[in-house]
Structure formats: C-alpha cells, structure tokens
C-alpha cells in the first residue's frame, strides 16, 4: 500500500521553465510534505498504541500461565508439554519415568 504513487509523485520531475510552474511545483511539494508529516504522525500513534496492547496481552499471558501453573501443582496435575519444555530449556531435570510406564517389551502382539 505504501508502494502506490500519488499525483505529486507522478508528475515531471523536469526543472520549471517558469516562476508561474516553480510556484505551482513548490506549493505540490509542501502539501506532499505535510501528508508524508501527517501519516508518519498517525504511524507513529499506532506503533504506540499496538505496542501498548502487545505488553497488556503478554502480561495477561504470563499472569494465566502462572494461574494455570499454580491451579495444576494445588490439583496434582501432571505438567503439561508447555512447562516440560520449559523445565528443559532452563537445564533443571524433568520428570522421569515413573515405575508403572511399560516399556516396548511388555507388549505382546497376536497376529
């Protein structure tokens, strides 16, 4: 979108022949320049605010992953794959293998 050319961009860029043409070039020239001002103004309000709303979605995030977290341990819950990763990245041990798991021999196969 920020690729399409506007009427001032399109124009001969030929130098004017006369003061009546660089008058007129002058004055598309300082009206390209304060649209150009106006958008970066409006981009730069919408950095902000998007920025904003980003840190407010990625607090909540961390605030219901660490409910989430505390409700699992107060209930017993096995860890899920999101916090086994994350107990693997951080180099701390993760869960081994309990007792009952079968293992690949324990399995018969009747064909």
Same mark, same amino acid.
């Given at each position: 979108?920020?690729?399409?050319?506007? +009427?001032?961009?399109?124009?001969?860029?030929?130098?004017?022949?006369g003061r009546a043409q660089a008058? /007129?070039?002058?004055?598309?020239?300082?009206?390209?320049?304060?649209? !150009?001002?106006?958008?970066?103004?409006?981009?730069?309000? $919408?950095?902000?605010?998007? $920025?904003?709303?980003?840190?407010?979605?990625?607090?909540?995030?961390?605030? !219901?992953?660490s409910l989430s977290d505390e409700?699992? +341990?107060?209930?017993?819950?096995?860890? /899920?794959? $999101?916090?086994?990763?994350?107990? %693997?990245?951080?180099?701390?041990?993760?869960? $081994?293998? %309990?007792?009952?798991?079968?293992?690949?021999?324990?399995?018969?196969?009747?064909?």
């Amino acid at each position: 979108m920020r690729d399409i050319r506007t +009427a001032q961009n399109l124009l001969n860029r030929s130098k004017p022949s006369g003061r009546a043409q660089a008058v /007129t070039q002058l004055a598309r020239l300082e009206h390209e320049r304060m649209r !150009l001002e106006r958008e970066m103004k409006l981009w730069a309000q $919408k950095y902000t605010q998007t $920025k904003n709303r980003l840190h407010g979605v990625l607090k909540q995030l961390s605030d !219901l992953e660490s409910l989430s977290d505390e409700l699992a +341990a107060r209930e017993g819950l096995t860890p /899920t794959n $999101k916090q086994l990763r994350k107990l %693997a990245q951080s180099g701390l041990p993760s869960r $081994k293998r %309990a007792s009952h798991d079968p293992s690949p021999a324990d399995f018969t196969f009747e064909y």
